[in-house]
């Protein structure tokens, strides 16, 4: 068999998101760990009533997530402390994660009481509303889910898209904004030119590489949920973006990655499929 790496796009895109469910921020290089992106999901908020992790999949609850912005103060370095994230509140106002006050004016911001927290509750979970669309696995109900262990993630580590992806969706639904910050992924890869199509989906469980040093084992197609069709900045409200998802790819767009080795990555780095 031949050892021979394929040529499948270059990296186009790297977003990092310190608080989950807040909007993240876009970076040029991150450093890539088991965990995933340095500093990506690193916190959250926890539903103090509950001890559910907050997540906009549950909208009717915390409906003014995606008013809050999340930013390092300074790029997180490996092997050492996370330096404070910046939260912008949807008033404009700017705190620091290690501010005085910091979880009283997220609670007033939001109407219920949260920590702001890097401690992974043991047994995290978190509640999704599914709408009344077809190909999910719920409609119209409102589920608990369980997250992986000692995370603050959905799925994986790592979230990979490909613009070829995002092509196929707004050529079934042109008038759909089917933009990248809608999926939230941390990579988001150009194919190559000849590439049409869910390109991702054929990269199950495959490895990739990922420029020089990053190796990334491709675990399952990532399934989406509520909040691709939530208003966000610019973006409108639109459920026919999740509804066009389900009928064109059974709800998946991207896919999960698990991490085989660690390094840097870099916006231009080219992505290679390994045999």
């Known amino acids: 068999m031949s050892d021979v790496q394929t040529a499948v796009g270059s990296v186009v895109a790297l977003w990092r998101y310190p608080v989950k469910s807040m909007m993240g921020e876009e970076i040029n290089a991150a450093t890539v760990t088991e965990r995933g992106l340095l500093g990506d999901r690193a916190y959250a908020l926890v539903d103090r009533q509950t001890g559910k992790v907050v997540s906009a999949k549950n909208p009717k ?62 047994n995290p979970t978190l509640e999704e509303y599914w709408p009344d669309i077809e190909q999910l696995d719920h409609r119209d109900e409102l589920t608990d889910e369980a997250m992986p262990a000692g995370s603050f993630f959905d799925g994986a580590a790592v979230h990979l898209l490909t613009t070829a992806t995002l092509d196929e969706l707004r050529a079934a639904y042109p008038n759909g904004r089917f933009e990248v910050r809608r999926f939230r992924p941390n990579i988001v890869v150009r194919p190559e030119a000849e590439a049409t199509g869910f390109v991702e989906n054929a990269w199950v469980g495959r490895t990739l590489a990922v420029g020089p040093e990053v190796r990334l084992r491709v675990v399952k197609p990532c399934p989406r949920c509520v909040m691709t069709t939530l208003a966000q900045s610019d973006l409108p409200a639109d459920t026919e973006i999740l509804r066009t998802a389900a009928l064109q790819n059974q709800a998946n767009v991207g896919v999960y990655a698990s991490v085989i080795q660690g390094g840097a990555v870099r916006r231009g780095d080219a992505v290679r499929l390994e045999p």
């Open 61 to 122: 609850k915390w409906p003014g997530l995606f008013d809050f912005r999340a930013r390092f103060a300074q790029p997180p370095r490996p092997e050492a402390p996370l330096p404070a994230v910046q939260i912008t509140l949807p008033d404009g106002t700017v705190l620091t994660s290690d501010a005085e006050g910091l979880e009283a004016a997220l609670s007033q911001a939001l109407g219920r009481q949260v920590a702001f927290q890097s401690a992974v509750p043991e």
